[in-house]
Each structure stands twice: as C-alpha cells, then as structure tokens.
C-alpha cells in the first residue's frame, strides 16, 4: 500500500517517535530557538514542507508595441474591470470576456496589454494564464481536464488533492479562486486568461464561480457560444496603424519610404508585420521598401514571411485542419474565386452545393475566421494572406485541379448568364421587352445586382481567359458593356473591352472582337481620349464590314461619329453620322436609328446650325417616347437645351435641362442629372431667360415668349 509520500509503509505499527518523525517530514526539531518554562531534556530538529510553487501571476509580457488596438483594449479593460460589477452585472457575478479573430491577428497580444493593465491598477489578487494550444502548431489542444490541473498547480494546490474527474476539477478551481480571495487582505478577485481556445466546449468548465472573478477567453472561433459573455472581434489593424507598428519595430518614423507598401504587403496582419520588422533587423542590407517588392511579386507570399519562431502558414495550417471535408472544399474554392468577395448564392455555384447548405458551411467558416461575411451580409470575403494560402494548399489533394477547373466553368457560366439576363432587362423597353425567364424581376433589381456584383463581375470577366472560359472571356464582358457606360465606370470598361478583344481574335470571333473595339472607343471617349478611341472604332468598322456585320458597321459609325464630334471635327462627324442613320434603317434598327439622329444633332449645332440640331433633336423625341425610352428621353433633353440657347430661345432651353433633370431622377442617373444641372447652372440660362421673357413681353411677342 503506498503512502502519500510515496514510500512504502513496512506493515507493521509505528512507534511514537517514528510517527511524529514521520509527520514533520525528518528525524530532528530544532528548537534551540525557543523560550522553555520548564527544564528539557535533549533536542530535535522538524523540517517543515516548503510552500507549494505557485505562478499567481503568469500572464505573458504585453508586447512593446500595440498599435491601432485603443478603442478595443479601452472595451476590453471595460469589461475586466471589477468595480464595475455592481451596474454593469449581476452582483458577485461571473464576467467572461471573448477576443475572437483570424491567426496572426494580435488577440494574445491584446490580453497580454489589458492584463498588464489591469495589474497595474491593482484590480486582481491573481492572474492566472493558461495556453488551451486549440491553433499551436504541431501541438495537440489541451483538454479540459489537463487545463484545470494547470490552474490548479498555479493556485498552489498539492497535486495529491487534485482529483482526477472534470467536474470534480472543476469544483475544487471554483474554490481555490474563492480562497485565493478570501486569503487577499482586500479581498479581490482572480482574472483567468485562457489562451487559443478552439471552441467554447473547452473554456466552460474554467468559468469561475461567483465573487467578480474575470475570465477572459481568446480563439479564432466558436466562442460566440459562450452565453452571456462581452464578445470583441479583432480585424486586421487599419493601414496607419500597421504602418506604425512596423515603424515602431524598426525604430524609425512611419513615413519612411516603403514602410506603408510593406504594411500593405502583409495585408496589415499584426504577426505578418511582426515577422517582416524581424526580417529587416537581421539583415543590414534589407529595407521595408526592398522586402515590399520581394513580397509583391512573390508567388509563395507565405514562406517569405517566416522565420525560425514564427510561420504563418503553420498558423493557417492549425486553423485549415479543424475543417470538415465540405468546409475545406468551399474554403479552398472561395480563395481562387474572382473579385474582392463571393455572394452565397455564386459560393453555392462554385461548390456544387444547394443555397442552404452553401450558406451553413460559410458561416462555419465564418466562425472559424476564415472568411468573413461583408457588405451586410450574403457576401464573403477573405484576407489576401488566406487567399495566398489556399492556392498553395490544394496541390497536395488527390484530383484538385479539376475539380477545381468544374467549379471556375460553373462560376463564369453562372456569372455570364446572370450578366445576360441583367443586361436585358436594364435596356428593355416597351417596345422590346426583356426576354422571358428573366432572373430580374424588372430593371431596378437588375440595377442593384449589377452594382453590387461589378467589382467581382469585371474580375471574373478578366479571370477567363486564364480559366480557358472562352465563351465568359467574350460574352461577359459585352454584356456589361452598357452598364459600365451608363455608371461612368470607364476604367473597368476599358479593361474589360481590351480582354474581350483579345480573347475573341484567339478563338476567331470577328463579330465579338468588332463588338468589343466599339465598347472600347466608349471608355477610350469616356477618359477624353478621342484619338485612341478613332482608331478603336476604325478597327471595328473595318472587321464589321469584312464580315458583312451592317449593325456593327452601323455602331462603329455612330461611336465615331461622337468621338469626331468632341474633337471639333463637325463635318466629318455628320457624314459618319448620316452614314450610321442609313445603316441602321436597313437593318431596321429605330433604337439604333435614334440614337444616330441625337449625335447628328450634337453635330450640327456644333458646326453652328443650331435650326438643324433642335429638329433632329424633336424627331429622336418622338422616338423616345413612343418607345418608352425614359433615360434616352432624357438624354436628348439634356442635349436640346444647348441648341436651344445657341439660338437665343433661353426660356425654352432652362425647360429642356430641367425636364432631363427630372427624367434622369426618374430613372436614377445622378452621374448625367449632375452633368444637366451644372450645364444649367454654368449658362445661367434661368436668368437669361427671364429677361428674354421681359423683353418679349414689351414687345408683345406672345408667339415666341
């Protein structure tokens, strides 16, 4: 039988001297220190146990700099401090406090700070810390019951009385924190930090008991479970504040050059700065402005930004490896997705899976900090250093690169019939109604879809040709074609028109590559860049009229017509003009034929022959009406005012502006509504047209008032 000691008792009854010798733990008492009130005989010497080793301070150091945490470390401190209990809490009370966030993102280093804080101000009689290890590379989590012993030990409890059950553990942690209180002369309580936790399951039974005792718990996900808790999600420090961290590390100012583009490089995450100040301090020839463009033009971003302690994709590694099999799928398809974020209902395109269930895994791995929901939600995003880890991941996955190949086809194809139905909705008229099967309800849910999907439309529309997509790498982007003209986004229009022609002279589309050149002359006109865009459309009506394409031949025309017009050239603008009018009556296109008659109106009453302008402008009307054209009827009110005033009819010019204003309003154009009302503002034809009507009025010309 083994004794508490540990030594094995001999079986047979001590004597007295054996058991007190036995119970001070050595065979002498010393008391020749001692006052006697009586004569004694002989000595002996007791050696009494030391103290058990405690750590009632353990937390770690709070790193030298903390940069761009103020407004979190100033709500974190708030929900520690335990004068607050009596408002903020139930009295006595447990408080927990919750740091989530991606690796890498400075929760430790946050709990460091406000624990350091908060020994400083005197608020706890212990700080105890524990490391749950739920992300520690090439460690495994550590249970619950191994945590509570942890604690324990801290506590100074003899590991002999720690008993071996959870619950059990547990009860005996909630008292040694009461009496760690109780033994304070002012009676304070504990604040437990607990580390890297994986989920809430493995901080709930570290929950203290009550007595104002704090608990704070850091994870990248799945504490939001912890009922009742302060939650405070860590996102990537702002780029001034990266800037100044890696400044600070550096020991010079954050305006030193390069500073700001390598903040920008490691995707201002606070280990990937760290990591990267670390680099630039061991090598004297290094600088923040030299490691930025190694990162730039890195393929493999990650292993640049490690060192011996420290790697980021060990980091990704312990997060990648809690998913489940759909989890990581998705993961590894949303960081090759094109744009700057997915919707659920694209995310469910690319893996293959029904809306609900798409939306169940994302928020899993929203919960996991590996992509976060943006724009109010049904959008999903992930931080660039997480994209570069997923297109490094999948090469070791058994048959990745076709599914991965299905799922980028899906995508485009998804995008591009969407594109499609949008694009005829937002040009439908009356007279041409949309397609039937619409996706789009009417015009403005088409409008709002295209404006929320454009930065990830123009991406996919770029990403194609790579995707070996040939039918999105031309199709895509001539359907967005005319909202991005009417949005005034002429940059992405431009790019987007640019790839399309390409990618359509590499498959032989002539009529798509006409097509394209003629959208470009649109951005080139668009950024005041006439001549380049004649040449465009030259390009374009010499492949239209190759192939026999009177309609593109006719476009061609009419965007040269515009372009010949902005640069003064008015009697080369009017012949292309009239030449765009007659094709588009042969291949009976009124829409078309519209439009022509406008610009030869902007024509003529550029070459002084404003008589001629307003009528041309009076029969696109017609038209514009008759179809129910609104925004083009605006268009062409817009354009009469200036024939108008170049005629001296001011009165009927300011009506013609406001009746664009109005239109363009109706129909949400602000960018050619702002263009209307400064051009009136700019003419002051309001004024002038009360004095014009003063004028007819002594004269007592009714007609022409």
């Known amino acids: 039988m083994s004794g508490r000691d540990g030594r094995q008792d001999r079986g047979t009854a001590p004597d007295e001297d054996d058991t007190q010798a036995q119970r001070y733990g050595g065979d002498h008492v010393d008391f020749s220190s001692a006052t006697f009130h009586a004569p004694v005989i002989g000595t002996q010497v007791v050696q009494m146990p030391p103290p058990l080793p405690t750590a009632l301070h353990a937390l770690p150091a709070p790193p030298p700099v903390l940069s761009g945490r103020g407004q979190e470390l100033d709500e974190l401190l708030g929900s520690l401090d335990p004068r607050r209990t009596a408002t903020h809490q139930d009295g006595g009370g447990v408080v927990v406090s919750a740091v989530a966030g991606m690796g890498g993102v400075g929760k430790t280093a946050l709990a460091a700070a406000a624990g350091a804080l908060a020994q400083r101000e005197g608020w706890f009689c212990a700080e105890l810390f524990v490391d749950l290890q739920g992300y520690t590379p090439a460690a495994q989590p550590l249970p619950p019951e191994a945590a509570l012993d942890k604690l324990l030990r801290d506590m100074g409890t003899d590991p002999v009385d720690i008993p071996a059950g959870v619950q059990e553990r547990a009860g005996l942690y909630r008292s040694a924190l009461a009496a760690l209180s109780q033994a304070d002369e002012r009676g304070r309580p504990v604040l437990v930090v607990a580390d890297n936790a994986r989920d809430a399951a493995e901080v709930r039974p570290l929950l203290p008991g009550p007595g104002g005792h704090r608990l704070l718990a850091t994870g990248r996900g799945g504490l939001h479970a912890l009922s009742g808790a ?113 919707s659920t209902e694209a995310a469910a395109v690319l893996a293959d899976l029904e809306h609900e269930e798409a939306e169940e895994v994302l928020e899993g791995l929203e919960a996991a900090r590996l992509v976060a929901s943006s724009r109010g939600g049904g959008r999903w995003a992930m931080h660039d250093l997480l994209a570069d880890y997923t297109r490094a991941r999948p090469r070791t996955l058994v048959g990745w690169p076709r599914a991965w190949a299905r799922a980028q086809k899906r995508l485009l194809g998804h995008y591009t019939a969407l594109a499609r139905d949008a694009s005829d ?49 031309v199709a895509l982007p001539l359907r967005l074609a005319h909202y991005l003209d009417r949005r005034r986004r002429f940059e992405d229009l431009e790019a987007v028109s640019r790839s399309a022609q390409t990618a359509a002279r590499t498959v032989g589309d002539q009529s798509g590559e006409a097509c394209a050149f003629n959208n470009l002359s649109l951005a080139l006109q668009g950024k005041r860049r006439f001549d380049e865009a004649i ?171």
């Open 535 to 705: 040449k465009a459309l030259t390009r374009a009506r010499e492949i239209a009229q190759r192939v026999g394409d009177a309609h593109g031949e006719a476009r061609a025309f009419n965007n040269l017509g515009t372009a010949l017009y902005e640069l003064g050239r008015s009697g080369e603008a009017i012949d292309a003009l009239t030449r765009a009018r007659e094709l588009y009556q042969r291949v009976e296109d009124a829409h078309g034929e519209a439009q022509a008659i406008n610009n030869l109106g902007l024509a003529s009453r550029e070459a002084g022959r404003s008589e001629e302008a307003i009528k041309a402008h009076n029969r696109d009307l017609e038209y514009r009406r008759r179809s129910g054209d609104i925004h083009g009827e605006a268009t062409v009110w817009n354009n009469l005012g200036p024939a108008l005033q170049q005629a001296g009819r001011f009165e009927k010019a300011a009506e013609a502006a406001k009746r664009a204003d109005t239109l363009y309003m109706r129909v949400r154009d602000e960018n050619r509504r702002r263009i209307a009302r400064d051009w009136l503002s700019a003419a002051g034809l309001e004024e002038a047209a009360k004095q014009a009507d003063a004028q007819y009025m002594r004269v007592r010309d009714e007609n022409r008032r």
């Open 230 to 342: 302060v939650h405070l999600d860590l996102d990537v420090l702002p780029p001034g504040a990266a800037a100044d961290l890696l400044a600070r590390a550096l020991g010079c100012a954050p305006c030193t050059e390069g500073i700001a583009e390598l903040a920008r490089s490691c995707g201002f995450l606070p280990l990937a700065l760290e990591i990267a100040a670390a680099r630039i301090a061991a090598s004297a020839g290094l600088t923040p402005g030299r490691l930025a463009l190694r990162l730039a033009g890195a393929a493999a971003r990650l292993e640049r930004l490690s060192d011996r302690e420290r790697s980021l994709r060990a980091v990704f590694d312990a997060s990648f490896d809690q998913l489940d099999e759909r989890q990581a799928r998705m993961f590894l398809l949303l960081g090759s997705a094109p744009g700057p974020d997915t």
């Open 425 to 473: 909705r937002v040009e439908a008229l009356p007279s041409r109604p949309a397609s039937t099967g619409s996706r789009f309800a009417d015009p403005a849910e088409a409008w709002a879809w295209l404006d929320a999907e454009r930065a990830t439309l123009v991406a996919a529309a770029l990403a194609a040709p790579a995707l070996k997509h040939p039918r999105a790498a």
